[in-house]
Structure formats: C-alpha cells, structure tokens
C-alpha cells in the first residue's frame, strides 16, 4: 500500500523506520511539525521524523495544521491508500481522514479506552497502573475513540519513567503497527470498536503540572516525579530558585532516614539526601540548580552548604 506517515517525535521514529524498512508497502510522503528554533544561535531544528524522512530522500510537508490547503493537496498527490500516525501533535480535521482511500490508523500508548488522551503513558506511571500498553486504531472524529485494530501490553516498573516506558512501547508498537498495515492491506483485519467501560482521560501535561507537591505520601510522589520525568521535569522551589529532581525513592527506617521530617523539610546525611512527605521520607537521586548541570543529590547538598532549616516549597 501507499502510505502517510504523520509524526513528530523521537517516539515516533521506530514505527516509520520499521514502514520504510517493509518490502510490502512504500511510504510515499511525510507530515511532521514545524521546524522549531533552539539554542543562543537560534538555529534550526529539524523533528526527529523530519530528519528520518530527509535522510531516505522522502518529501516532508510541515503544515501550521492539518486544515493547511497544502495536505489536502499533497494526500492528493501522493495518492495515499493509508494514513500512518504517532504523535503527530496536532488533530486531522474530517476532510483529511476521509481522504486516504483506506483512512487512517493511529498508534496509541495505552490499551484503550484507558487514558484516552495526550499524556497515557504519564497518567499510567502516575495511577499506579501495573499494566499498560499501547493500540492501533482507526482515527474518526472523537478523540481516541475509534474502533481497535490491535493491542499490546507492557509492564509498568516500580522504578519506570515516561521516558522508560514510553521507550518500549514506541519499539514495540512499531511491530504492531506493522501487523495492522499487513492486515488492512490483505483485508484479513477488521477492527472492533472500544468497550464502552473503563473509559479514562489523560489531559496534556504542562510545567506547572510537574511542581512536586510534598504535602502528598511519598509513593505517590514518587509516581508523580517519575511520570514527568524526562519530560516537562519534576520541580520544586528552594528560595527563589527552582530547582529540577530526579526520579526519588520512598525509604524507611531501614535505609537511616531522618525521622520526623516535615513535608518539604530537606535532611543530607554523608551518603544521601532526604525530603519529608505528608507520609514518609524520599531519597532524592539528582538535583538540578538554575543555571547549573544535573548532579547527584549529595554532591549538590554539598555545594549548597545545607544547614537543616532549608525546605522545598
């Protein structure tokens, strides 16, 4: 088959990397973001499926949206039997689902209809969820409602991050994505609409999102930091700094913990540093001050000169 590829993401390239390696199917064109600019210099940065793209000399459109004249226009062209999307970030608009003769199939982090949404696999990390994994399904008008092509599960590490799990599920997707393509392409693969249970939402993240709270118990800190971790980055204010952690751990008295600590109350013994919680203590790992690299905890507390009656706010 003819396939579009839309995406935009490092977690987006498995999938079109494994579509460009199919003997089967030809992707005859790509839709990825804008460009974005970075650094002092302001230079221009290419997404990561862009630059995929370009490597294997295929054509990149970078609409402001997907209602931009110039899709309809290059779908036309490219004379796209299927639509091929991960991440793309940002929705298609009826008139272009409906212009691939055999639609669009999208690649989902979660096993729908949990964490409908733009953040699944943060909001999986977050609940406590044991169990997660990701879906392929046909694109329609609601958001992530389509009915279900297939799915597959992951395990969910006590010690996971997004940027962990998000990392095996965008390698493992791509082969089911894979299988989907083969099976629409055969007419052997028929999709099955979602349960109309367990239906759940998982809303985009921002930065504020990502503020540790201490006046929460330390498990759910834990999952909190490690949800948004790498990305936007757990935070928290020491002063009038901001400063950026690392994934924590919850302890106990077996690990030597300060006892007694108030939510937010910092504690540095030799080897570790320690935060109060509404219920418990963490250990932090990293810790990142304003214009400074990340550092391990400890060599941080060293630096800072701490003399107990700092806390984090």
Known sequence: MRLVFAGTPEVAVPTLQMLLDSSDHDVVGVVTRPDTTAGRGRRTVRSEVGALADA?????????????????????????????????????????????????INLHFSILPAWRGAAPVQAAIAAGDEITGASVFALEAG???????????????VADTAGDLLGRLARA??????????????????????????????????????????????????????????????????????????????VDAADAAPSGLAAGALAATRRAVFVGTASGTVRLSTVQAPGKKAMAAIDWARGSRLDGTEKFT
């Open 56 to 104: 294997h000399g295929l054509e990149v459109i970078t609409p402001r949206s997907m209602r931009d004249p110039e899709v309809a226009d290059a779908l036309g062209r490219w004379d796209v039997d299927l639509g091929v999307v991960v991440a793309y970030g940002g929705l298609i608009p009826p008139e272009i689902l409906d212009t691939p003769s055999r639609g669009w």
């Open 143 to 157: 958001l992530d409602t389509g009915p279900v092509y297939g799915t597959l599960t992951e395990p969910v590490g």
């Open 173 to 250: 997707g791509a082969g089911l994505v894979g299988a989907v393509v083969d099976g629409i392409a055969s007419d052997e693969l028929r999709p099955v609409p979602q349960d109309v249970e367990g239906v759940s939402h998982a809303a985009k993240i921002s930065v504020e999102d990502a503020r540790v709270r201490w006046d929460l118990p330390a498990h759910l800190i834990d999952r909190s930091v490690r949800a948004h971790t790498p990305s936007p980055g757990a935070w928290t204010m020491l002063g009038d700094d901001r400063i950026k952690l690392g994934p924590v751990t919850p």
